[in-house]
């Protein structure tokens, strides 16, 4: 019974956003395992990405209504799934393994599962999460863009932030599990930015702390100066937004695997270097997190545009501004889903998967 429960949870889990794929190890089954007690794994297979209240999960699935409030409120505690608190009412839904579960393992992170996570990580999620839409987009730090060049509000952090009215600040995920294996990097731990009912949902389960718009933009120039990657949700209107590093982030090191990332990342610029300005420093090579730049014979800087992902961090630090960053052609050109329905149903396409629950296609 465990394995079998277990493994409809990761075949259900898979149909959701870049996947749950099954590892040959069984590593996968482990930490479902870990995570989900076994009615748990039988109620999350009830439930769909569309919020529901818990009378009718009760009342559709023919379980004791109490019961299912409770299990529902414990699950979200301990970052199964989703809950959000609209007026006098509670609604619940399911999540992906990433993002979902995963960075909602804030408070129940140990190093055990941290070992878990990395050897899946490593054995299948990694390779796997190349067939999908990537769920973070990388946006350029706002002082590398000229100031000619019009941006757009969804691919400027500072506007981004300025446009919400709830903010909460959470401990990265990433640099969590992998300071429990000890390698973890010196960059700063606290640059989650969670907005509207996911910030709500953060707070209730005491994964972050509230801040105002000025402190925002405060971390988001510190993290611009420790050289992260500034990455929102990949949609229009974000629910979050991260600050990721090579070493540690998911995210970027799926995408350090590929020979050519910025295929897979969204955004509509690249570096360039005017290779009469350049001095062959080297300091743009620090500050690089895909492996773009490499320095020439004659000591010239020179940007492998298939891997920069256009995040701006070598620009900004280019002492003789011989560093810029420039938009794509057209055809390469991206506009982002408008919100994270609309990018779960493009992404299940595009990986020829279902967001509707198994349970509800058996006859």
Same mark, same amino acid.
């Given at each position: 019974m465990m394995g079998t429960i277990y493994q409809e949870l990761r075949k259900q889990i898979d149909q959701y956003s870049v996947g749950f794929p099954k @590892?040959?190890?069984g590593v996968d089954l482990k930490i479902l395992k870990k995570l989900y007690t076994e009615e748990e794994a039988a109620l999350f297979l009830d439930l769909s990405m569309q919020l529901e209240p818990p009378d009718s999960i009760s009342s559709r /699935?023919?379980?004791?209504?109490?019961? /299912? /409030?409770?299990?529902?409120? /414990?699950? @979200?505690?301990?970052?199964?799934?989703?809950?959000?608190r609209k007026d006098d009412a509670v609604y619940f839904a399911a999540i992906p393994f990433v993002i979902g579960s995963y960075e909602f393992q804030l408070n129940r992170m140990d190093k055990d599962l941290a070992q878990m996570v990395e050897e899946y990580f490593n054995e299948s999620f990694f390779d796997n999460s190349k067939e999908s839409i990537q769920p973070l987009r990388t946006i350029p730090v706002n002082r590398s863009i000229d100031v000619a060049q019009k941006v757009a509000p969804y691919a400027d952090a500072r506007e981004i932030i300025k446009s919400k009215d709830k903010i909460v600040i959470a401990n990265c995920i990433c640099r969590t599990q992998q300071k429990l294996l000890d390698n973890s990097c010196e960059k700063p731990l606290e640059v989650c930015f969670l907005f509207g009912s996911h910030a709500e949902y953060y707070l209730e389960n005491n994964m972050a702390r509230p801040?105002?718009?000025?402190? @925002?933009? @405060?971390?988001?120039?510190k993290c611009e100066e420790a050289g992260l990657v500034n990455q929102p949700a990949n949609m229009i209107n974000p629910g979050g937004m991260c600050n990721c590093c090579g070493d540690c982030c998911a995210a970027l090191r799926a995408l350090n695997r590929l020979p050519n990332p910025a295929e897979r990342v969204t955004n509509n610029y690249w570096a360039e270097v005017d290779a009469d300005l350049c001095s062959g420093c080297e300091l743009c090579l620090d500050r690089c997190q895909m492996g773009a730049i490499q320095i020439s014979d004659d000591q010239i800087s020179t940007i492998n545009t298939d891997r920069c992902i256009g995040c701006g961090l070598c620009v900004t630090t280019c002492p003789e501004e011989a560093l810029s960053l420039v938009e794509k052609p057209e055809d390469k050109q991206y506009k982002p889903p408008k919100n994270g329905m609309e990018l779960?149903?493009?992404t299940a396409e595009k990986r020829g998967a279902s967001l509707i629950p198994q349970s509800m296609t058996k006859s």
């Open positions: @590892a040959e190890s /699935t023919n379980r004791d209504l109490q019961n /299912t /409030t409770d299990m529902l409120e /414990t699950m @979200a505690k301990n970052g199964l799934i989703f809950r959000k801040i105002d718009q000025k402190e @925002a933009l @405060a971390i988001l120039d779960m149903l493009k």
